[in-house]
Each structure stands twice: as C-alpha cells, then as structure tokens.
C-alpha cells in the first residue's frame, strides 16, 4: 500500500511525508525500489505526517521524491525446524547460500513471558567443564556475562559448551553475532561445520561492517529462535551472544543520527530499557529454559562504564578470561578470582562444594603471596604449612585445566566431560594432602584424577 514520499535521507535517519488520512504504526516496514533494487525501511517515529525510519541496509542510490509503501509484515524470522542449522542475517534471510521452504515465520518483537510462566528456579546446569562448573555452577536460565579480550580462548570455550550441552541434554543452541567480525563469523561456521556442530545449533550473524540497523535488530531475530527451541521444542537453550556491548553501541549510534539527545556520557536516553527489553526475554518456564552467556566489551577497560554496569546489572554471574592466565598455559584462561556465579550458596550446591570451593580459593590466594615471597627469598625460607599450600595451591592450577573434545584435533588429546562428583573428590584429595606424592605435571589436561591413576 502506498503511503508516501521520501523528503529527506541520511546514513541511518529517511523522513517521509505521509499521504493524507495514511497511518503507520512504528516497527512497520516500509519499502521503495530504485533500478530494480528494494530499499527497506523500519518506522521508529510518526509525527503526525512525517515518518521517520531508519534504513535495513545503504542509502546509496535513494533520492527526494521517491514513493514508499508499506509491506505486509514486519521484521520476522523462520519460526520451525527449517531453521536448525541455518546462518541469517540479522533481518531473518538466509546468509549460508542454501534454501529454505518457509514454514512458518514470526515476529522478531514478540513480547517477553508473563509473569505467571517464568520459573526463576531452575536446576543445575552442569557443564563438564571443571573450572566453570566448580567455580561458577549455573543454573537453568542464568545470564553470565563473558569478559575478555581476543587470543584468550573465547571461541573454543563457547564451542565446548555447545558440545557438551547437546552431548547430555540434546539441547540445540543459539548463536548470535552482534557487530562480529566476518572473518571471526566466517572461521566459527567453518569449524562448527567440521566438527559437526553446524547441525545442533542456529546462528545470527549481525556483521561489523554492516550499518548500526542491522548490529542492532540482530539480537532480536536471535532471540526469537532462542524462544522457538524453548517454547515449541521444549528444550534448554545456550544463548550466545557476542558481544551485547555491541548492541549498546549500535542503540547510540541510531539514537545520534536521529538527533535524539543523550545523556552526559553519550549514551542514548533509553539505554536502560533498551538493555531490558532484551534482556527480559531471557527466562525460563516449567518446561524449558534459556540460559544465556554473553560476551561483554568493556571499552578502555573501564568496568565502570554505565553501558556495561548497566549490562552486569541483569547478569547472575561472570566469567573473566584472562590474558595473565593464558600466557602460563592454563586453559580455559579463566580467573578464578573475578569469576563468579549467584549459584555460588550452600542451599543451591550442597555444603561440601561450598566449603572446598571457599577453600580451594583460600589456598590459591595465599599461592599468590608466596610467589612474591619466595622470588625475593626462596622457597626454603617457607614455613611447612606454607610449603603445602604452595604445592598443593599449583596442583589445584593444573587440575582445572582440561581437555576439550574441540580442541582435541589440534591439542592431540581425547576430550573429557568431567562429573562434578570427580571434581570434588580430586580437588578434596588435593587439600587434604592425599595427591601430596604425586608430581603436578599430572594434573595438567587430564578429567578427572582418582579414577583413572594409580595414586600410589
């Protein structure tokens, strides 16, 4: 339908003046076509005749005068299985050159759960991987955030968890790339696909070079997959997002072009709820859960910034991926000492996983001090208590390092899903001297320890 003409254009904000008694709602995709070539647009104000909109792709080639029409529906993805295994962009079109027979697609802006339907007390997540389910155990429906640089093991973290959710519960997962790189996107589809993970998860692809519209509704499409495996498969979805700052970022960028004036850091007036309405969506039910880990750039290593506090507010914990850690071999590079988890209580992971857990990072904190102690004075110096700690502080470093089985190519070493049963009674045996005999070398990339070596 014919609703008018475009009266102005910039990179990110087209004016259109309305016909007489025509309305638009905002979200409406509206649309013209130049040389054979569709322009779309997304309505984000109607002043009584004058639409503004900001455009899905380049302004290149649109001028003044140019008739718009509005389409039949707004921005919306594949709802069905079809959509398992498939590479979208961020306005729900294939991207991964094959095919799809639409069965059924839906709104992007569906609205979040009501109240009466979350269930905000969801089991344990356990996933295999010793350091993340000793130091920061999820539950069901957690949102952790994900900090860290590139080069520190990101990718191969969140590949292994893809693996090991789907390996114990056949639970499908969801990526979503918010102003990722298309040289970091291109290498993840191309080692999912060989290592047979392509198939047990669906992928969004919002990419840098793409404008801030589309870094910006990509989260969107990918939360609405997200939603079909929880509510219509029934499953307990991984959401991965990298990187929700992205996002943030992308919100400001639209909000400038459109004049709209910020708050005194720069950022847009309605970060806060923009950051809910997404944030809102990740929930469980009685029946399935998403449980969400999103990668969080924290500009200028200020932790403080207010997009990233703001971010952290909706978080239930953390885990910190460490340059310092990576460098001395240990991997996954996680900072056991940043890493945290809401999880972390008594009543949620039984009382002996919290008393070794405040254990093992009393032992660890005091193996910090005794390094700057024994570089000045030498270890002989130490007292036997000290002695233990130090020993038994660097067997427990090596013990939380672990084979991955997507790594397992390059690293030459069988993966392991470790049960957190083993963890505790290794990491127990380690404080409590059992292991004192055994050289630490033993401890690095292995499962679990006791039930596989003589301890003799």
Same mark, same amino acid.
């Given at each position: 339908?014919?609703?008018?003409?475009?009266?102005?254009?910039?990179?990110?904000?087209?004016?259109?003046?309305?016909?007489?008694?025509?309305?638009?709602?905002?979200?409406?995709?509206?649309?013209?076509?130049?040389?054979?070539?569709?322009?779309r647009?997304?309505?984000?104000s109607?002043?009584?005749?004058?639409?503004?909109?900001?455009?899905?792709?380049?302004?290149i080639?649109?001028?003044?005068?140019?008739?718009?029409?509005?389409?039949?529906?707004?921005?919306?993805?594949?709802?069905?299985?079809?959509?398992?295994?498939?590479?979208?962009?961020?306005?729900?079109?294939?991207?991964?050159?094959?095919?799809?027979? %639409?069965?059924? @697609?839906?709104?992007? =802006?569906?609205?979040?759960? *009501?109240? +009466? &339907?979350?269930?905000?007390?969801?089991?344990?997540?356990?996933?295999?991987?010793?350091?993340?389910?000793?130091?920061?155990?999820l539950?069901?429906?957690?949102?952790?955030?994900?900090?860290?640089?590139?080069?520190?093991?990101?990718?191969?973290?969140?590949?292994?968890?893809?693996?090991?959710?789907?390996?114990?519960?056949?639970?499908?997962?969801?990526?979503?790339?918010?102003?990722?790189r298309?040289r970091?996107?291109?290498?993840?589809?191309?080692?999912m696909?060989?290592?047979?993970?392509?198939?047990?998860?669906?992928?969004?692809?919002?990419?840098?070079?793409?404008?801030?519209?589309?870094?910006?509704?990509?989260?969107? %499409?990918?939360? @609405?997959?997200?939603? =079909?495996?929880?509510?219509? *498969?029934? +499953? &307990?979805?991984?959401?991965?997002?990298?990187?929700?700052?992205r996002?943030?970022?992308?919100?400001?960028?639209?909000?400038?072009?459109?004049?709209?004036?910020?708050?005194?850091?720069?950022?847009?007036?309605?970060?806060?709820?923009?950051?809910?309405?997404?944030?809102?969506?990740?929930?469980?039910?009685?029946?399935?859960?998403?449980?969400?880990?999103?990668?969080?750039?924290?500009?200028?290593?200020?932790?403080?910034?207010?997009?990233?506090?703001?971010?952290?507010?909706?978080m239930?914990?953390?885990?910190?991926?460490?340059?310092?850690?990576?460098?001395?071999?240990?991997?996954?590079?996680?900072?056991?000492?940043?890493?945290?988890s809401?999880?972390?209580?008594?009543?949620?992971?039984?009382? *002996?996983?919290? &008393?070794?857990?405040?254990?093992?990072?009393?032992?660890?904190t005091?193996?910090?001090?005794?390094?700057e102690?024994?570089?000045?004075?030498?270890?002989?110096?130490?007292?036997?208590?000290?002695?233990?700690?130090?020993?038994?502080?660097?067997?427990?470093?090596?013990?939380?390092?672990?084979?991955?089985?997507?790594?397992?190519?390059?690293?030459?070493?069988?993966?392991?899903?470790?049960?957190?049963?083993?963890?505790?009674?290794?990491?127990?045996?380690?404080?409590?001297?059992?292991?004192?005999?055994?050289?630490?070398?033993?401890?690095?990339?292995?499962?679990?320890y006791?039930?596989?070596?003589?301890?003799?």
């Open positions: 339908m014919y609703v008018g003409k475009i009266i102005s254009i910039s990179e990110l904000n087209i004016k259109i003046l309305l016909e007489a008694n025509v309305k638009v709602n905002i979200r409406d995709i509206l649309k013209t076509t130049v040389d054979g070539k569709e322009y647009f997304e309505v984000v109607v002043d009584e005749t004058v639409v503004t909109a900001i455009p899905f792709d380049t302004v080639g649109l001028r003044r005068g140019l008739d718009v029409s509005t389409m039949n529906e707004g921005l919306s993805i594949e709802y069905s299985d079809a959509a398992i295994g498939r590479v979208f962009d961020s306005y729900g079109n294939l991207i991964d050159n094959s095919l799809l027979q %639409s069965i059924q @697609t839906r709104s992007v =802006y569906e609205n979040p759960l *009501k109240l +009466q &339907d979350i269930n905000i007390s969801g089991e344990i997540l356990w996933t295999g991987i010793k350091v993340i389910d000793f130091f920061a155990p539950q069901k429906g957690f949102k952790m955030g994900l900090l860290g640089g590139a080069g520190v093991g990101k990718t191969v973290l969140i590949k292994e968890l893809i693996h090991n959710v789907y390996m114990t519960l056949q639970s499908n997962a969801v990526f979503v790339g918010v102003g990722e298309s970091e996107g291109k290498e993840l589809y191309d080692e696909k060989e290592l047979n993970l392509l198939n047990k998860m669906c992928t969004v692809f919002g990419q840098m070079g793409e404008n801030s519209t589309a870094r910006s509704k990509a989260i969107y %499409s990918g939360l @609405t997959l997200a939603e =079909y495996l929880r509510d219509q *498969k029934n +499953q &307990d979805v991984l959401l991965f997002v990298d990187n929700i700052y996002f943030v970022q992308a919100k400001s960028e639209i909000s400038n072009e459109l004049k709209n004036v910020p708050v005194e850091n720069g950022y847009p007036t309605t970060m806060v709820s923009d950051v809910s309405d997404v944030e809102e969506r990740i929930n469980s039910t009685d029946h399935a859960s998403i449980t969400s880990f999103q990668a969080i750039y924290i500009p200028a290593d200020d932790i403080t910034d207010e997009a990233v506090q703001t971010i952290l507010t909706h239930d914990g953390q885990l910190v991926l460490d340059r310092k850690v990576a460098e001395k071999g240990i991997y996954p590079a996680i900072n056991v000492f940043r890493t945290t809401r999880a972390i209580d008594a009543s949620i992971i039984g009382q *002996k996983h919290y &008393d070794l857990l405040e254990e093992t990072l009393k032992y660890l005091r193996y910090e001090e005794l390094e102690i024994i570089a000045v004075l030498g270890i002989e110096e130490l007292s036997e208590e000290d002695k233990n700690i130090f020993y038994r502080s660097r067997k427990l470093r090596n013990y939380f390092t672990q084979p991955m089985f997507v790594a397992q190519n390059y690293t030459g070493i069988p993966g392991e899903f470790v049960k957190i049963e083993d963890v505790l009674i290794d990491v127990n045996n380690i404080l409590t001297g059992v292991y004192d005999g055994i050289d630490e070398s033993k401890f690095l990339f292995i499962g679990d006791h039930g596989k070596f003589n301890q003799g």
